[in-house]
Nanobody, 123 residues
């Protein structure tokens, strides 16, 4: 089970840290990804991290503005987002893929999904 939190309303240029709390199964067997679905568009990958080797992937257009991290003791994956723009408004969801190493941002490969958390950027 995955539960997101940390979304909210932030001004342009502001920051948020999203959390994905994970229960069930050892994290080292999974890759955890963050995805978003902008209004009227298909779901897109934001970033992912491997629970086994810690490798990461960042996708445009958030690359350089986000940082993904994992705290195994807390069973939580964080997505820190900086310099937020109105184009970042979306529901952000975390998901888990059963994977022995590395991670990738292929939506169809992710087996388990959270409910999502809303991020709104507005002045």
């Amino acid at each position: 089970r995955l539960v997101e939190s940390g979304g909210g309303l932030v001004q342009p240029g502001g920051s948020l840290r999203l959390s994905c709390a994970i229960s069930g199964g050892a994290l080292r067997y999974y890759a955890i990804g963050w995805f978003r679905q902008l209004p009227g568009k298909e779901r897109e990958g934001v970033s992912c991290i491997s629970g086994s080797d810690g490798s990461t992937v960042y996708k445009e257009p958030v690359k350089g503005r986000v940082n993904i991290s994992i705290v195994n003791l807390k069973r939580t994956v964080y997505l820190a987002m900086n310099n937020l723009k109105p184009g970042d408004i979306s529901v952000y969801s975390c998901a888990a893929e059963f994977r022995s190493s590395g991670c990738r941002m292929k939506t169809a490969n992710y087996n388990y999904w959270g409910q999502g958390t809303q991020v709104t950027v507005s002045s």
